[in-house]
């Protein structure tokens, strides 16, 4: 499962077989809603919030588009 709230935080859960969930080093399944971060390429920037604008989620996939 993925949602997203009206303030672009994007919360996952359900089987993470294929890592689709977002949470690196998680296999199997993450059974309760978890906040997804997003790295990012400058480590001063690590803690801003991102904000996802769009998401889409199949069996073996999730992708979502974000607003850095």
């Known amino acids: 499962m993925i949602v997203y ?3 672009g935080i994007l919360y996952c859960w ?5 890592h689709q969930l977002g949470f690196p080093g998680k ?3 993450e059974n309760v ?9 400058n480590d ?5 919030e991102s904000s996802v604008i769009s998401v889409a989620m199949g ?3 999730g ?3 974000v607003l850095h």
């Open 14 to 18: 359900g089987k993470n077989k294929d």
């Open 63 to 65: 992708i979502g588009v």
């Open 27 to 29: 296999m199997d399944a």
């Open 59 to 61: 069996a073996c996939h």
């Open 44 to 48: 001063s920037e690590q803690d801003k």
């Open 33 to 41: 809603p978890t906040k997804v971060t997003f790295n990012r390429s």
């Open 5 to 7: 709230t009206d303030t």
